[in-house]
């Protein structure tokens, strides 16, 4: 019976030394008291198993001592221990010392029992043959009681209150400790009256020891848990399944029995209702996830269902849970926020950088399929907007839209580009191209009673190498655009490789022109003009650009190209300049040559024509009379009283304006009583046609006696034969120009042409 005492205390210590440092290393904040109180416990038992061990008197007294100053620090570790894990806010500091003093008084009593006998001492008795000591307690040994047990109780109260203070659910907590702490009180208890000598009691004191370890590091209130999570979710919106290893479900929450439309009482019947409504529902015990659709179109539900699986310590399939969730609102806000990124709000067509990805798509993956991509853009789409208001505006963008959807109903994609253009992909065998100019000749939008014709262009650009980037496909097709922008009876250009190259050589004649003028590439050349008696009255400036790199370049291959960019401008003053130079030289050379300069109407866009011309001829002296101007009639098209009034002012002070090009454009006779001018030079495309036709050769004469009569005199341009030279004398015109006399050439030639042929 000993030995198995002596084992079962020595095992004990051990694994109470070994829970005191795992304690001491845990990070709880109970852990140091925890270790304190699990050490305290350790001195107790020593004492013991040495007082049991002893069979003569001295070391059972030293055991004895032992055990009772141990029972002392028992205590002083207890109170530190129970003020931290009943969390207690203990401010009295007044009670804890009075507490640690009694506890101290005790210590040092028990101590000085060798010199006074006050407290104890032992008595050997035989049991079973064997000596035993026996305490015989005295005053201090009851000293010792009534502090060890006052404190006991006090520690046991403190426990109790909070046990009834605290939620039923963390009772057990308190609960155990108590129980254990009462136990192991009651064992000692009974050790003490029963004046046994072998205190079994130690053993209460290492199952208290243990229960604390356990309950203050280790233990969860699960049930506390279960009660939450269980909360928790039947507060969730999706609906959440449980089911056993057995897949059959256990719980299901609110939601989900509305899912299956079940109550609590038929959760058998949970796996078969999910089965038809789920169809890709599977029961088995996996973790997976999917997106569920049920229905069709505007009725679609989405539904994303989760299932996981729950394995118990040994990792076998212990059950599963099963959420779904109902996505459909955030499916179909998701779907419009995509329909909205993809699509033109007003045409509801796709937008510009959807259109893109999807032909893209479309090209790419049918490489072998022939394309093409038009590019639809209304002409001066703003001034619809700012005559009719963009009510209208909007009105006309809708209708084309339409007319896109349904002039194309073979297109594989179309879209708004932005603002009034569109973009098309269409099978290029489907483009009607006869069809579609059919219809945009008689384009009108209507609006209440506003109906007007609004000019569309397409650009086509036919798809041969799929990988390009769709802009770019879409820059090409604008580009063949571009060449018909202003044109009304054209709709339709095709784009083709030249005109990429015509932009780039656009792109390099433009970058070069301003150093080509400082450095004189850029040259007026002069052609004689001459009258009747073959005598040369003066010259047309006529630009030439002797390009280091390309060779003569004449004026038609840049000059459309500045027009357009509004570079005619430095061009045309460099050459007003340059002639007004000239002229000063004349001046005492040839005092009565004249020289005439072009005008380009687009000049009148970029800059105040008027007063350029007379600065220009002031600051080279020059009379008025001796530049002559040649303007075209196309400058009479817009703001015709202006320029009326402008070509006045300019004649006033003596200027001499000729109507370019008469009779090559919508020239009329009727706009030559209107437009003051001194000279026409009548378009040499005249002269060539009444070489064959009569009827041409007639009006031919008719312009020259109307205009002598109005006072205007002619000149006829493009004489290339004598015959014509005398033809055109016969019928009274005064001036001619023309290769029959010299082509356009240098001053210096031009100065030498002019040697005995000055009238
Ligand atoms: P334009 O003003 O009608 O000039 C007459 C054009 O007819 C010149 O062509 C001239 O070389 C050509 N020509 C003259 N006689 C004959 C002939 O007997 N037969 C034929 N087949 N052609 C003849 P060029 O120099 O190539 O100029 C073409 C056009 O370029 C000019 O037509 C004018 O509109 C424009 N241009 C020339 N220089 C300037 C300039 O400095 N400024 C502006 N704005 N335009 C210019
Ligand atoms: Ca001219
Ligand atoms: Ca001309």
Redesign the pocket.
């Known amino acids: 019976m000993r030995d198995v005492i002596f084992i079962v205390l020595l095992i004990m210590v051990l694994v109470l030394a070994a829970c005191a440092y795992r304690a001491y290393k845990s990070k709880k904040t109970i852990g140091r008291a925890l270790s304190m109180l699990l050490l305290s416990l350790i001195p107790p038992i020593v004492g013991n198993l040495i007082i049991i061990n002893s069979t003569t008197y001295l070391p059972a007294l030293i055991g004895s001592y032992i055990y009772f100053i141990g029972m002392d620090l028992i205590m002083a570790t207890l109170i530190k221990f129970t003020i931290d894990y009943c969390s207690i806010k203990w401010e009295n500091k007044l009670t804890i010392s009075v507490v640690y003093t009694f506890l101290s008084v005790d210590i040092i009593q028990m101590l000085l029992n060798p010199v006074f006998g006050h407290a104890f001492k032992l008595e050997e008795i035989v049991v079973n043959g064997l000596p035993y000591f026996r305490l015989v307690p005295f005053t201090g040994q009851t000293f010792h009681r009534i502090v060890v047990y006052g404190e006991f109780l006090a520690i046991i109260i403190v426990f109790i209150i909070k046990l009834l203070r605290v939620p039923r659910i963390y009772m057990e907590r308190y609960g155990i400790i108590l129980a254990s702490m009462i136990f192991g009180g009651l064992w000692e208890t009974f050790y003490i009256f029963s004046r046994t000598p072998i205190d079994t009691s130690m053993i209460g004191f290492g199952i208290f020891g243990i229960l604390v370890f356990y309950f203050s590091l280790y233990y969860r209130p699960m049930r506390l848990l279960d009660r939450m999570l269980a909360g928790i979710a039947s507060e969730l919106p999706e609906a959440l399944f449980f089911f056993d290893a057995m897949n059959r479900c256990i719980w299901a929450n609110d939601p989900a029995l509305d899912l299956v439309g079940l109550d609590e009482s038929r959760l058998d019947m949970v796996p078969g209702e999910l089965d038809s409504i789920f169809p890709d529902y599977i029961m088995d015990g996996t973790e997976w996830q999917t997106q569920q659709i049920i229905g069709k179109g505007r009725d679609a539900r989405f539904y994303y269902l989760e299932k996981h699986i729950a394995k118990d310590d040994y990792g076998r399939f212990a059950g599963s849970f099963l959420s779904v969730r109902d996505n459909t609102e955030a499916q179909r806000e998701l779907e419009k926020e995509k329909y909205s990124a993809a699509h033109d709000s007003l045409t509801g067509l796709f937008n510009r950088a959807h259109l893109y990805q999807v032909i893209h798509n479309i090209v790419t993956s049918h490489p072998e399929r022939k394309y093409s991509l038009v590019f639809v853009d209304v002409n001066d789409f703003k001034i619809v907007n700012d005559i009719f208001g963009s009510e209208f505006g909007d009105n006309a963008l809708k209708m084309i839209s339409e007319w896109i959807k349904e002039s194309m109903p073979s297109a594989v994609a179309y879209g708004r580009l932005g603002g009034d253009t569109f973009g098309v992909c269409i099978p290029t065998d489907d483009f009607d191209e006869e069809k579609m100019s059919r219809e945009l000749a008689d384009f009108k939008v209507k609006k209440g009673n506003i109906e007007h014709h609004i000019l569309i262009h397409l650009g086509v650009y036919d798809v041969s190498n799929p990988y390009l980037e769709v802009s770019v496909m879409f820059d090409r097709a604008r580009l063949a655009l571009s060449t018909i922008k202003e044109q009304y009876q054209m709709h339709i250009a095709h784009y083709d490789d030249d005109m990429r190259k015509k932009v780039l050589w656009n792109q390099k004649i433009s970058s070069e022109l301003l150093t080509a003028i400082e450095e004189k590439q850029v040259k007026?050349?002069l052609?004689p003009l001459v009258n009747a008696d073959g005598k040369v009255v003066g010259a047309?400036?006529?630009?030439r650009w002797i390009h280091p790199v390309e060779g003569i370049l004449?004026?038609?291959s840049f000059?459309p190209v500045f027009e357009q960019n509004g570079m005619?401008v430095e061009?045309?003053k460099f050459?007003w300049r340059s002639a007004c130079e000239i002229l000063s030289e004349w001046k005492y050379t040839h005092p009565d040559m004249f020289i005439s300069?072009?005008?380009?109407p687009k000049?009148f866009y970029f800059m105040d024509v008027e007063t350029e011309i007379r600065r220009i001829t002031s600051e080279y002296d020059i009379d008025p009379s001796m530049l002559r101007i040649?303007i075209t009639e196309t400058i009479m098209m817009t703001d015709i009283e202006n320029r009326v009034r402008m070509l006045e002012n300019l004649k006033r002070d003596g200027f001499i304006v000729e109507m370019?090009?008469f009779g090559s454009g919508y020239s009329s006779l009727n706009l030559l009583k209107d437009m003051p001018v001194d000279v026409i030079?009548i378009d040499?495309m005249f002269l060539r046609k009444s070489n064959e036709n009569p009827k041409a050769r007639t009006i031919l004469r008719n312009i020259i006696t109307l205009t002598d009569e109005l006072g205007i005199e002619s000149l006829t341009?493009?004489?290339?034969t004598d015959r014509q030279y005398r033809i055109l004398s016969d019928m009274g015109c005064k001036l001619f120009?023309?290769?029959?006399f010299s082509?356009?050439i240098p001053l210096e030639e031009f100065e030498e042409f002019c040697k005995n042929r000055i009238a």
């Not at 341009?717 to 290339?720: I, Y």
């Open positions: 007026p050349y052609q047309e400036a006529l630009v004449p004026p038609i000059i005619i061009l045309d050459m300069v072009n005008i380009s000049d040649e370019d090009d030079k040499m341009e493009g004489v290339e120009q023309g290769y029959y082509r356009p």
